[in-house]
C-alpha cells in the first residue's frame, strides 16, 4: 500500500511540476508575445483556470506527502519525504502571499480595466513565481530520490 502511495503521490507532484514548469517556460513567453490586450485577456483566463485547479493539487500534494511521511517514517528516505514536504508548504505559504493576490487582481483585467502598472505586476508576479517552480522542481526531486 505504501508502494501506490509512493507512486500516486510522485507522479501527482511531477504532473503539478510540469505544469508550472510549462506555465513559465512556455505559457507565459506565448501569451507575452501577443499584443497587449491579447496578452492580458489570456493571462487573465489563465489566472482564472489555473486559480480554480492549483490550491486543490497544491494541498492535495502536501497532503500525500504528509501520508508518505508518516507511513514510511521507519524507512531509508523518510528525511527526503519530510524535506520535500517541508517545500511544498514553502510553496503554498508563498503562494497565498505573493503570488495569489496578483493572481487575484490580474484574473479580472481586461484591456478597459488593466491598471497602469499592470505590467510591473506581471513581472513581479513571474519572478515569484520562477522562485515557486525551482522549490516545487527539488521537492519532486527528493520524492523520486526517496524512492530509490
Known amino acids: 500500500m505504501l508502494n501506490a502511495l509512493e507512486i500516486v503521490t510522485t507522479v501527482l507532484v511531477g504532473v ?3 505544469v508550472e514548469f510549462s506555465v513559465s517556460f512556455v505559457i507565459n513567453p506565448i501569451l507575452n508575445a501577443l499584443p497587449e490586450d491579447s496578452m492580458v485577456s489570456g493571462r487573465a483566463h489563465g489566472g482564472r483556470m489555473l486559480g ?3 490550491p486543490v493539487w497544491y494541498i492535495g500534494s502536501l497532503v500525500l506527502v504528509a501520508i508518505w511521511a508518516i507511513a514510511g517514517w521507519q524507512l531509508p528516505g523518510a528525511g527526503l519525504v519530510v524535506t520535500a514536504g517541508a517545500l511544498l508548504i514553502v510553496s503554498v505559504v508563498m503562494s497565498i502571499l505573493l503570488l495569489v493576490p496578483i493572481n487575484n487582481r490580474s484574473k479580472t483585467w481586461t484591456a478597459e480595466n488593466r491598471p497602469a502598472d499592470w505590467k510591473e505586476q506581471m513581472i513581479r508576479w513571474d519572478r515569484f513565481h520562477y522562485v515557486r517552480v525551482a522549490v ?8 523520486v530520490a526517496a524512492r530509490a
Open 52 to 54: 480554480a485547479v492549483m
Open 136 to 143: 516545487i522542481i527539488a521537492a519532486f526531486a527528493l520524492l
Open 16 to 18: 503539478m511540476v510540469g
